[in-house]
Each structure stands twice: as structure tokens, then as C-alpha cells.
């Protein structure tokens, strides 16, 4: 079974490195994380991602500008907002967005 993929694009590495073990630990999916809007973009357009998990620390101007490329590039691709909590609703929250594009 393939994995669904996940681009994980947060500010700060420590909490971006946290949150992409916690999604990898699902042996379903696979994270992939990007700290700078250059690295999202590019991460984005040469990879197939399912999802996007936006982490906190994103600047509206920066949010507003990654939602717009993104969609650019792939109008069904379905992007999240993490606002931290334990790894139960990380995977919730996840699993919601996964039921929602079925």
C-alpha cells in the first residue's frame, strides 16, 4: 500500500521534527518537513502530497501565499491547520482531512 503523504511546513525545527516523527509513526503515512516558504514551494511542486499541515509561526502574508501556490499547483489538495496538542489529535486531525476527500 502506498503512503499517503504529507508536507509538514511549521517555523520552528524542533516542533516541525516532533510533529513529523509523531505522523511517521502511523506506518501509513509519510512526512516530510519544510521550515521556509522557498523549501515548501519547492518540496510542494516535485512531490505528489496528499496533505499539507500547516504548524504554528506561519505569518498571515506567508499562509495566505503558500495556500494560493499550493492550490495553483493542485486545486484538490487539502491543507490543515495544526495548533499543537498531544499526538492523538495531531492524528485526528489528520484522519478528519483524510475522511473529508473520500
Keep these: 500500500m502506498e503512503k499517503i503523504e504529507i508536507l509538514v511546513v511549521g517555523r520552528n525545527p ?7 516523527r509523531l505522523i511517521n509513526n502511523n506506518p501509513s503515512w509519510n512526512a516530510t518537513p519544510a ?13 505528489p502530497f496528499t496533505l499539507v499541515l500547516f504548524g504554528g509561526g506561519i505569518e498571515p502574508g506567508s499562509d495566505a501565499m ?8 493542485n486545486p484538490k489538495i487539502t491543507i490543515i491547520q495544526h495548533y499543537g496538542g498531544g499526538s492523538g489529535l495531531l492524528a485526528t486531525e489528520i484522519n478528519m482531512a ?5
Design 35 to 47: 521550515l521556509t516558504d522557498l523549501d515548501a514551494i519547492s518540496l510542494f511542486q516535485s512531490r
Design 66 to 73: 503558500l495556500r494560493k501556490a499550493f492550490t495553483a499547483h
Design 14 to 20: 524542533e516542533i516541525v521534527q516532533t510533529v513529523v
Design 98 to 102: 483524510l475522511d473529508s476527500m473520500l
